[in-house]
T-cell receptor
Framework: NAGVTQTPKFQVLKTGQSMTLQCAQDMNHNSMYWYRQDPGMGLRLIYYSASEGTTDKGEVPNGYNVSRLNKREFSLRLESAAPSQTSVYFC????????????FGSGTRLTVV | SQQGEEDPQALSIQEGENATMNCSYKTSINNLQWYRQNSGRGLVHLILIRSNEREKHSGRLRVTLDTSKKSSSLLITASRAADTASYFC????????????WGAGTKLIIKP
């Protein structure tokens, strides 16, 4: 089925470890996004990529890096995980910068101990 | 903070009843969207209403937008157990191309 695919679905890291969350979309969307969702809060934008070859910081970029590998793929890297990064991470994509709504992946539940 | 605010935070109704959720925001917006999230995963886009629209329908969903009051409402008619989910109001700022502002959501429970 067409959509946004995130891997992994679950991950437990020790403080200081690094990992990369993968995201791929097959809808030929131009824009891709990484969000985090903490309990009792709405989603907060970490980074976004308006188009292939560009990336920009969102609301909460500290501690993260991203790579727009090609039009389909947008990865999120935690270089040195901290307990404050325990969260559910969502990747999303849109055709025209969110003007027509976003399509979300199913999320990655990350726990940093 | 520019976070949107949903009201109520939680709503529990009987199956078949109508559910109304409200959203308020603080600044001028380009459009406002509603999303549904089941069990902490799987955000699904429900409906988008533009700043020059006042009302929009999609199946059992009805969304209104009052830009003078900076508020929106989502009505789900004839609720079903499958409507149990969290509903988020999301809006795009007028002067932003990509920044969406998310509220904390309304948790809706439909009792059988």
């Amino acid at each position: 089925n067409a959509g946004v695919t995130q891997t992994p679905k679950f991950q437990v890291l020790k403080t200081g470890q690094s990992m990369t969350l993968q995201c791929a979309q097959d809808m030929n969307h131009n824009s891709m996004y990484w969000y985090r969702q903490d309990p009792g809060m709405g989603l907060r934008l970490i980074y976004y990529s308006a188009s292939e070859g560009t990336t920009d910081k969102g609301e909460v970029p500290n501690g993260y890096n991203v790579s727009r590998l090609n039009k389909r793929e947008f990865s999120l890297r935690l270089e040195s995980a901290a307990p404050s990064q325990t969260s559910v991470y969502f990747c999303a994509s849109s055709l025209r910068g969110g003007e027509d709504g976003y399509t979300f992946g199913s999320g990655t539940r990350l726990t940093v101990v | 903070s520019q976070q949107g605010e949903e009201d109520p935070q939680a709503l529990s109704i009987q199956e078949g009843e109508n559910a109304t959720m409200n959203c308020s925001y603080k600044t001028s917006i380009n459009n406002l969207q509603w999303y549904r999230q089941n069990s902490g995963r799987g955000l699904v886009h429900l409906i988008l209403i533009r700043s020059n629209e006042r009302e929009k329908h999609s199946g059992r969903l009805r969304v209104t937008l009052d830009t003078s009051k900076k508020s929106s409402s989502l009505l789900i008619t004839a609720s079903r157990a499958a409507d149990t989910a969290s509903y988020f109001c999301v809006y795009r700022l007028m002067d932003s191309n990509y920044q969406l502002i998310w509220g904390a959501g309304t948790k809706l429970i439909i009792k059988p």
